[in-house]
């Protein structure tokens, strides 16, 4: 059996489509919660050998656990009031959860999994310029697990109100001063039902001196402020810092650029997302969501307004001479208006050649009192005014052409040509657009180290929201991008696993995806139609056909070649075996008519040879073998004829395919030396 060549593109196509899937499996059920390595902390030796020691100690002990516990989950919970519930039995995939503790010097960290806010303090106070009834800081806050996709003895802050403002802030572990040491502020959020209109962001308090957290409100001093916020379809990731004048000492917020990547799916999705800010005593930033970079830059270069001042500013006492002139172009004032240029010809006229419609009712009006009308009985003419019918097409227009008045229709006036305007020319006085001398910035300083911000010794946040049940979760403030990360993976990571073990399938993700977007359907029919097409045309065995006909300039073709020849073959043996029927038969009808012809002939013969003596039959003898010799050089003559025209009327019928102008020719060629042949041979 043959098969096409596409073999070689169906494999091709369905290896890749076979790593692909392979590739799409392995990034589904990956979930990269992997070790740390303790490099780069800058600690010391010491440092790091506890280190080490504690984290064998706690894989010594998790292996205990799993080994010991396999069908159930115990969390040791340090005496908070959730761990008598033990491990939620409606969670589809549990893994054994400790609560985190940070590897490494740390400012703050906070995992709430002792169900209380004994550090943290709710703020008394009001909101200023605000309504009464919604001025106070009266929204709740609890200490609960995750609704969805639970890690059994993990526990967060969650915001229980909606339409209030909430406040709630702690102390530090001890300030953070900006000197030398970056900056890094790691946190968890799940917005749990959705977003409306609210915020999630935290806010870096300044150590003032004068820091009451239970007077804490929107004009309490802050020093950074960071976190996700979103009203209507604006979707932002805040990253605000208060920089302080060298000069007048005033303080003005700098806005970071927005997020190079979309960030709807992080508030709809309802999934616990990490957010990590990291500065720089270079004056660099970055901004990561769930441990990917989505936004970077300068301190210096990419926030608004800028920290440092321009050196010149606009002169707000110059002004614009009385004669700048700043027309690049001018009428031209040598140009005319043309004598036959008519202002007041209209733009529109009657057409001169419209002819009324024959039929057209002159005396009768487009619309006549409704006959059929009657006044209300409630109406009153002397508030009311007088009552009239109300007004309904003429009857007797809808049989006609037209009714009332008629006018011819208006077409365009050739002859309007509208204001007459001189052409615009280049104004020789042009001297450019005018504008203000610059003059030195009285403000202008130059800060070069905006890193050395306002130190900072509480966070807290300061919310309001449209939405309930909003999830923080997992505080951490440090000086070390590592040791957030190790951070994330004892406690974000865990939630990351089992959100990903509780996730539909992909076809089912799929389908709701579909189910938003109608237009999906296109792209996954395109998706798995063009494949399918593709493996057809390629991988479907095509039939072999002996029949193909190669042209004269082709180059040969070895088994069809060989299978032409075969069947030369066959055709010139079937030929002979015929050729011998027919001669055969021949021969038997000649013999019988002149069987009498050839006795009369013999016995003449016979009286002939009576007097030739011997000799006679000798002549006879010889003769006879002269004609059997004739017979078989007549007979091979024939086989050679029969071969010939064959290989002829072949090579006839490919050249006929493609060149039917040289076939007619061919064909006269080949037709009359056939009939020299039989000719001949006759």
């Not at 519930?85 to 893994?95: E, R, T």
Request: aromatic letters at 8%; glycine letters at 6%; a negative charge.
């Amino acid at each position: 059996m043959k098969w096409g060549r596409g073999w070689r593109w169906c494999v091709l196509l369905l290896s890749s489509l076979a790593v692909a899937a392979l590739a799409a499996q392995e990034e589904q059920s990956e979930v990269d919660i992997s070790d740390l390595d303790t490099a780069g902390l800058g600690l010391d030796e010491e440092e790091i050998k506890a280190m080490m020691e504690m984290e064998e100690e706690e894989e010594e002990e998790e292996e205990a656990m799993v080994e010991e516990e396999e069908d159930s989950v115990e969390t040791e919970s340090n005496g908070r009031e959730a761990g008598k519930d033990g491990a939620d039995a409606n969670v589809s995939f549990q893994v054994t959860y400790k609560t985190p503790v940070p590897t490494g010097e740390v400012y703050f960290a906070e995992t709430f999994d002792d169900g209380l806010l004994d550090r943290w303090q709710l703020s008394k106070t009001v909101k200023e310029d605000a309504d009464d009834d919604i001025a106070k800081y009266d929204g709740k806050w609890a200490v609960e697990q995750l609704k969805e996709n639970k890690v059994p003895g993990d526990m967060g802050l969650v915001l229980k109100s909606r339409a209030k403002h909430h406040a709630v802030a702690a102390q530090l572990d001890k300030s953070f001063t900006f000197q030398d040491e970056p900056l890094v502020v790691q946190y968890e959020v799940n917005f749990q039902d959705g977003i409306d209109c609210g915020g999630a962001y935290i806010k870096l308090l300044s150590d003032t001196g004068s820091l009451h957290l239970e007077q804490f409100q929107d004009r309490t001093p802050y020093t950074i402020m960071f976190g996700p916020d979103k009203c209507g379809e604006d979707y932002k990731l805040h990253f605000i810092f208060r920089h302080q004048n060298p000069l007048n000492k005033d303080l003005e917020e700098k806005h970071a650029k927005r997020a190079d990547v979309d960030l709807k799916k992080f508030y709809t999705d309802k999934k616990t997302h990490l957010y990590t800010l990291v500065l720089n005593p270079d004056n660099s930033y970055e901004m990561f969501i769930d441990q990917s970079s989505v936004s970077r830059g300068s301190l210096l270069h990419d926030v608004v307004p800028p920290v440092n001042p321009a050196k010149e500013i606009d002169d707000p006492n110059d002004s614009k001479p009385d004669d700048w002139d700043e027309r690049a172009k001018i009428p031209d004032p040598e140009a005319t208006k043309p004598d036959d240029w008519d202002e007041e010809a209209p733009a529109k006229i009657e057409d001169p050649d419209a002819v009324k419609p024959e039929g057209w009712l002159d005396d009768e009006p487009e619309f006549v009192p409704d006959p059929s009308a009657e006044k209300p009985d409630d109406w009153d003419e002397e508030m009311d005014g007088e009552w009239e019918a109300p007004q309904i097409p003429n009857p007797a227009c809808e049989t006609a052409p037209g009714c009332g008045e008629w006018k011819p229709p208006m077409i365009n006036n050739l002859q309007y040509k509208g204001k007459w305007k001189a052409p615009l020319v280049d104004n020789p006085n042009y001297q450019g657009v005018w504008s203000p001398r610059k003059i030195d910035n009285p403000d202008y300083f130059e800060d070069l180290q905006p890193f050395r911000m306002t130190p900072v010794n509480a966070l807290g946040l300061e919310l309001w929201s449209m939405t309930s049940n909003i999830y923080f979760d997992n505080f951490i403030i440090t000086s070390h991008k590592e040791v957030a990360d190790r951070w994330a993976s004892d406690s974000w990571g865990l939630k990351k696993l089992v959100a990903s073990a509780n996730e539909p399938g992909v076809f089912s993700q799929l389908m709701l995806a579909a189910e938003e977007r109608p237009w999906l359907w296109v792209i996954y029919i395109l998706t798995v139609g063009l494949p399918i097409g593709l493996a057809v045309l390629f991988c479907w065995p095509k039939k072999s056909d002996d029949g193909y006909v190669y042209k004269k300039v082709d180059h040969p073709q070895a088994d069809v070649e060989e299978e032409e020849e075969e069947e030369e073959e066959e055709e010139e043996e079937e030929e002979e075996g015929a050729a011998v029927e027919e001669e055969e038969k021949a021969a038997e009808a000649s013999a019988s008519e002149c069987a009498p012809a050839a006795e009369a002939t013999e016995k003449a013969k016979e009286e002939d040879g009576a007097e030739a003596g011997g000799d006679s039959l000798e002549g006879d003898d010889e003769e006879e073998e002269e004609d059997e010799e004739e017979e078989e050089e007549e007979d091979e003559e024939e086989e050679d004829e029969e071969e010939e025209e064959g290989e002829e009327e072949k090579a006839h019928e490919r050249i006929s395919q493609d060149e039917p102008k040289e076939a007619g020719d061919g064909d006269g060629d080949t037709k009359q030396a056939v009939r020299k042949r039989r000719v001949r041979k006759e």
